[in-house]
């Protein structure tokens, strides 16, 4: 249950006029009549019969608020600009409420012809938009993505705890790199004056800071096991690495990973009720709270698109064995540009396949031992499986990947790849050993999904990607 | 408000026993004579005539909870294995909870001699415990103290949840090197095949992967002061990177800093305001969910001595100038092993006399412009000053450094440190300026302080520090 933090800091009102952010005016808080003081960035001014409307935005809200100077005032401001008004609020014949300005201050102007990269009622293309990150959270609609990205993090964190998990902040520096190595980041200091007071016999002195080779994290799996050994239920929400030359729409070189680890739980349909109850909880919690930006980010006019657009947060998944979903691709491989390689996995083409071949997101279930990680329980009753589960969503794909953990120690000791590194994770099987299980949900899919965002760069503030790291 | 998560999900089970944590195992929602299951690690085995006592901890609780086991029911354990139990409630005389055994299961043994580092009722100093970080979660202080983290976590959320600031994920990597360029790490792709493959004309190879210099992120704000040009409220809670060769007990290589940028915001006495407001309605709801944790880790034994090791929540912070902190230094000189200079700043040991000296977390504000960073704004009346402040506490002394930031174009060009790379931070102050203010916040120093462990490395589950990453 939330504490609610009872003492609310004001900012200074003017002059008798009461400071509102516009996320707080409305007809229940605020009456005709009522003396108010507004701050925020001009977003449009129109000219009718020489009164000023001027619609403002100060980034607490989808819609903007609308400004009213009578001409007589002799009060002008352009778009851009970043004012603080005072005025008397009035309700328009639809009852929205509006601000007659009394007094307005222009606090920086937005000289266009500049450089601003923005013109008035004009729309962008992403990619030009995504050129000017710095000047981004001007647009109302990255604005908008911004605070569902806030509420998103907020619900899946509200869920966890109230389910009982405990956040581990897992580190970004790494000494493991058993998963990935091919795609890690590898850290030295800057200063090679400080290596070189550092060093050390043995040591190469790239690694002399840390005595070892030292990567930016590529999961934080194998340390939530550890926590899970001794606090059960734990998870761990951040920034996650990947070198990557790739250009596509799901990849980031820098992203945010959910992952979760629980301890006592031993089969991979407890693991499935669970992704499934928290995107379905969660995705519940955030139309609750955040309809109004989600629909301004997928250009939906009414609360019913809204609805059809989740229609699955009311039904099971479908829950097939990998086995199966390698059958119905065979069965439509004509339809298919790829051929259907069980050997080889399900690449992106087909994932979207069956998820569209079962119309809802999907569990594919017991993948083939030979194609999945070493940390993955053999399934007791075909060796030649491994208790895995990916989830297929519309619109990108692969959105989890999870397992039960191999708990054997002898069998995770003929399989672990570089046991030097790894020996830790081996004693966790060889004192007060559980069975854990857990997944990993890639954050921004997640986004891109639900606000129907082509291209992950633009659900995340700071994109970067191969050749591009801009701020 | 945190809407709730209806369905919960249980775990299955045992032949007609319920499944409890322990921390759900009370006199509200269990009765004498409940068929209860439970699963944990063993913390004791204590034999009473004939009778096995052992205490369990599932990592739920502060308190272990106790199993009675009947010698008649020829049922054997060990410290530190887990294991699965079936029983019936008993309330014991002092109305205290206990399970009396019907079956038990053990997952797994604890072999002590085979190298577990943990023996029974000994008691390990903190850097003992630190060098083996993959099992600290069993230790059950470490337990609490990582429980507390994460309910400190929440506590800070959701105090500038409620406050209105949107949450931003500010980057790790980033291309920015103008603050602490000494103390940074610098990022390259392990492969360096896939450097080769990535090559351009006039990019040196080392940075083929981003085109440029890239580097772990030292500080968010300069994002957030962007975000805040557009979303007003925003703060950032991530890791931080400094390569320092340094063996203080208040420094890591990798850290959680909370920053907070406010926009509309003109004066230091607000950002006070806003510092100490949300310190202490943290604080408060982390005790009020946290007590048996934090009384734990700070071996405590009555609620009274909690209370009385936060009497400064209820007390308003003294607000000095900086140069009445150095007139208070100055005249109490003789007690200070390190000499008063007034244009070097305030030392640890300065910091920590002034808090000692006001008996108070206490702000020192208005800083000599010299000694502090290019983006704090001038003062107005004494431009020799700039609008500062750092937060001195109890313990770790310097927990909070904030400012005004200088929002004038023409001053900001002068002292800007690198041009090419910070243009875009001039635009903020070009395109719709407005005043902002911000601070942040050392996380680790923090629970360092609530929770009175000397050091840092103590408060996070995995410590980086020179010539240290393990795992």
Known sequence: MALLFSRVLLRNSSRGYHFYRIKDLSTHTCKPGNKVNVKGWVKSVRNMKGNLFVDINDGSAASNFQLVINKEKNIDTAYGSSIDACGVIVASPKNKLELHVDTLKELGKCPLTEGYPFYPKKSYPPEYIRNHLHLRPRVN??????????????????????????????????????????????????????????????????????????????????????????????????????????????????????????????????????????????????????????????????????????????????????????DVLKVNESKLKSPVRPEEGINKEQELFLVEHCQSPVFVCYWPREIKSFYMRENEQNPQLVDALDLLVPHVGELVGGSVREDSYDRLQRKLPNMAVLQWYLDLRKFGSVTTAGFGLGFERYLSWVLNVHNIKDVIPFPRWAHNCVM
């Open 141 to 326: 609609s990255m604005a908008s993505t911004f605070r569902v990205r806030h509420e998103a993090t907020r619900a899946f964190n509200e869920y966890l705890q109230q389910s009982g998990f405990v956040q581990i902040h897992t580190p970004v520096l790494t000494s493991n790199d058993c998963e990935g190595a091919g795609e890690s980041f590898v850290v030295k200091p800057l200063n090679d004056q400080l290596l070189t007071s550092m060093a050390k016999e043995n040591v190469p002195l790239e690694h002399a800071y840390f005595d070892r080779p030292t990567f930016l994290t590529v999961s934080g799996q194998l340390h939530l096991e550890a926590m899970s050994h001794g606090l059960d239920k734990v998870y761990t929400f951040g920034p996650t690495f990947r070198a990557e030359n790739c250009k596509s729409n799901i990849h980031l070189s820098e992203f945010y990973m959910l992952e979760l680890e629980e301890a006592f739980m031993g089969t991979l349909e407890e693991l499935m009720d669970r992704v499934e109850d928290m995107l379905k909880m969660v995705t519940k919690s955030l139309i609750a709270r955040s309809a109004s930006d989600i629909s301004l980010v997928r250009k939906l006019t009414t609360d019913n698109k809204l609805e059809s657009s989740f229609e699955w947060i009311d039904k099971p998944f479908p829950r097939m064995t990998y086995a199966e979903a390698m």
